[in-house]
């Protein structure tokens, strides 16, 4: 099979490229599964903290579920896809590791639920988002119609799936969709950047504070705060709490695992 999924480390910081650019990097079955088994190398690897996840070629972040892969589906093929797809987009949403997304140009259909999956979402001018599934007479089925409505509100979201149109990035920006612009020659710079800062905190704090953060939305503030706390006595059964603290006593820089 294609090597769809390329992945590059600097330090703590890995790059994940997803590299199909003759169909703008559109998501087929081979496309999910190596881009799920490089993010579980990555989940299980404690030196990565922070992932970088961008798609290859000038023009995409990710197209889209590949169309060609679904046009002759049957409803159970679909069924299985649309799993398959989850468990992509499952295991991004829930990694130990901090996960931005670098997003360089067209993110539509599945590219866009991708995106959203991310822990954050730094876009070039050049990027495009979309829901455009309603013009091929299917919804979202990666978790665009979860995942949308919890970013940007119910009726943008609406919005989107109906008219199917593409959203540039500013527009995604004032939305919420979008966490920072940036020139296309500057993104991936912007994001290694925020990856530093990002790398040089505590890893195990910033993936509690995240479970804590992504549990916390689906649950009422009552239960969400009680998860608080628990998550937060955790933190400090890490090495990282006494050294976090401490360094701040003795005035010096933390130095963390
Ligand atoms: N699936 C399969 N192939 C795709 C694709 C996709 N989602 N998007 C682009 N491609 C392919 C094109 O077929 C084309 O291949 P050929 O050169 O072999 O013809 C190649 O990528 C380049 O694309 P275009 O020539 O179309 O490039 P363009 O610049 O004219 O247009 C575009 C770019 C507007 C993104 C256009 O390609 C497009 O509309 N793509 C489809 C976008 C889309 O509808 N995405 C949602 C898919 S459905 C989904 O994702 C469902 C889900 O949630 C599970």
Redesign the pocket.
Request: hydrophobic residues 45%.
């Given at each position: 099979m294609a090597e769809y999924v390329k992945t590059a480390r600097d330090g703590g910081v890995a790059t994940v490229t997803i590299d199909r650019p003759?169909?703008?990097n559109?998501l087929n079955p081979g496309v999910l599964k190596q881009l799920y088994e490089a993010l579980c190398r990555l989940d299980d690897d404690e030196s990565v903290k922070v992932i970088i996840l961008t798609g290859a070629g000038e023009?995409?972040f990710v197209?889209?579920?590949?169309?060609?892969a679904m046009a002759a589906m049957t409803p159970m093929e679909a069924k299985a896809f649309?799993t398959l797809?989850h468990r992509t987009m499952d295991k991004t949403a829930s990694m130990r590791p901090f996960v931005i997304a670098a997003v360089n140009g067209?993110a539509?259909?599945?590219g866009c639920?991708l995106a959203m999956a991310c822990d954050v979402r730094i876009a070039s001018v050049r990027a495009r988002f979309g829901i455009?599934?309603a013009?091929?007479g299917?919804i979202?089925?990666?978790g665009?119609t979860q995942r949308l409505p919890r970013l940007v509100g119910l009726g943008r979201a609406k919005e989107m799936l109906a008219t199917g149109r593409q959203v540039k990035a500013e527009e995604a920006y004032a939305m919420g969709l979008v966490d920072q612009v940036t020139q296309p020659e500057a993104l991936l710079d912007v994001c290694r950047e925020k990856a530093g800062r990002i790398a040089a905190n505590s890893a195990a704090a910033i993936a509690l504070g995240k479970q804590a953060m992504n549990s916390g939305v689906e649950m009422t503030l009552e239960h969400g705060l009680r998860h608080e706390t628990g998550l937060f006595a955790l933190a400090f059964s890490q090495p990282d709490q006494a050294e976090g603290m401490q360094a701040f006593l003795e005035k010096r820089p933390a130095a963390f695992r």
């Open positions: 003759e169909a703008l559109a023009k995409a197209a889209g579920a590949d169309i060609a649309s797809g067209f539509l259909g599945g639920e455009p599934e013009t091929l299917v979202p089925g990666f665009g």
